[in-house]
């Protein structure tokens, strides 16, 4: 899916292709398939870029996802919401830091560590 095709869903559509894409991108990860991962990271940035486009209200709509069973959800959601949910996004990330590991969980602690120490790139 496109860009400019993210435009014309709904934002509840958007939350729910951002839940499918980053739940697929967390298994694959974890899973060490990174060719096929790439896909839904690409979507998942996608929809996480145009949710940011639609403001403040689109954007929180994503806090809900910090509590997602999905593990991947769970990190691109709390990635995505460092920027307007700092303290709720960092908690997930610290639980997805926990052992055991798995690629997901050294993402989550690369990331809590880079927020932490300002090196963080945030989306525009």
Same mark, same amino acid.
Do not use: C, Q
């Given at each position: 899916? $496109? %860009?400019r095709?993210? $435009? /014309?869903?709904?934002t509840?559509?958007?939350?729910?292709? !951002?839940?499918?894409?980053?739940?697929?991108?967390?298994?694959?990860?974890?899973a060490?398939?990174?060719?096929? %991962?790439?896909?839904?990271?690409?979507?998942? %940035?996608? /929809?996480? $870029?145009?949710?940011? +486009?639609?403001?403040?209200?689109?954007?929180?709509?994503?806090?809900?996802?910090?509590?997602?069973?999905?593990?991947?959800?769970?990190?691109?959601?709390?990635?995505?919401?460092?920027? !307007?949910?700092?303290?709720?996004?960092?908690?997930?990330?610290?639980?997805? %830091?926990?052992?055991?590991?798995?690629?997901?969980? /050294?993402?989550?602690?690369? +990331?809590?560590r880079?927020?932490?120490?300002? +090196?963080?790139?945030?989306?525009?």
């Amino acid at each position: 899916m $496109k %860009a400019r095709d993210l $435009k /014309v869903l709904g934002t509840e559509e958007l939350i729910a292709r !951002f839940r499918e894409a980053s739940a697929r991108h967390g298994r694959l990860l974890n899973a060490r398939d990174t060719r096929a %991962a790439n896909k839904d990271y690409l979507l998942a %940035a996608a /929809v996480r $870029k145009e949710l940011r +486009t639609r403001g403040p209200d689109a954007e929180k709509r994503l806090l809900v996802l910090l509590n997602d069973p999905e593990p991947g959800t769970r990190y691109w959601a709390a990635t995505a919401a460092l920027g !307007f949910a700092p303290s709720e996004a960092e908690r997930a990330l610290a639980l997805l %830091a926990e052992p055991p590991p798995t690629l997901l969980s /050294v993402s989550a602690t690369m +990331t809590l560590r880079a927020w932490k120490n300002g +090196t963080l790139p945030l989306e525009e």
